[in-house]
C-alpha cells in the first residue's frame, strides 16, 4: 500500500532497499528521517571527452562549497530518473542536451540514503549555470580529475559516482549498485 504524508516542501517518493516506491512524503522529511529515496543526476563530457567539474554556491543547503562531477537533484512524484537528469540538467545549466542513462547505485552518504539514477550528457552549447546552484565550472581532463577528486572537498555521493562512471566507461558495462 502506497503510505502518501501531507506536507507543503518538494515531494518525492520514499523508495527501498530495491528501489521499489513505497509512498510519496516530504523530502526534507526523507532526509530527517533517513528515508530512501531517487536522484537523477548528470556527468556532463564536452566534445573533447573532458568532464565538467562544478562546485556547489555557498549558500546551497546540501554540501555548499563542495566540488561535484554530477548535475542532478530529486526525482518528482511519477517522473522517470531520465526526464529528471534532464529537467536539472536544463534548470542547473541551461542545457538541452539528450541524457543517456548508465547505472543507478545506492548511496549512504549524505544527508540521507538515496538511489542515484547517474546519466550521461555531451554539452556542445555554452553553459548558463544556475548561479544559486553553481559557483564556478570547469572542464577537466580524465586525468586531472582523477588527481583532484581526493584532494578537492567533493560531494561524497559525486565521488563514488565518478569512480563507478570512470569503470563502467572503460569496461564498457555499469557497475553494481
Partial sequence: MTEIVSCVGEL??????????????DRAEAERRRWMHRIATTICRDP?????????????????????????????VGESYEDAAARE??????AGAPVR???????RDGFSPVWFGVHEAVITEPLLP???????????????VREVVDRWPFVPGGREALR??????NEGRP???
Avoid at 517518493?13 to 530495491?18: G, K, L, S
Avoid at 540538467?89 to 541551461?94: A, F, I, N, P, R
Avoid at 542513462?101 to 548511496?107: A, E, G, P, Q, T
Fill in 48 to 76: 573533447m571527452r573532458r568532464i565538467l567539474v562544478l562546485r556547489r554556491a555557498e549558500q546551497h543547503t546540501r554540501f555548499p562549497g563542495h566540488y561535484d562531477v554530477m548535475v542532478g537533484g530529486a526525482v518528482n
Fill in 101 to 107: 542513462f548508465m547505472f543507478k547505485f545506492l548511496c
Fill in 175 to 177: 557497475s553494481a549498485g
Fill in 89 to 94: 540538467l536544463s534548470e542547473e545549466l541551461g
Fill in 12 to 25: 518525492v517518493e520514499r523508495v527501498d532497499e530495491v528501489d521499489r516506491v513505497l509512498g510519496v512524503v
Fill in 130 to 144: 544556475d548561479p544559486s546552484e553553481i559557483a564556478w565550472h570547469a572542464w577537466l581532463t580524465e586525468l586531472e
Fill in 164 to 169: 563507478r562512471y570512470l569503470v563502467f566507461g
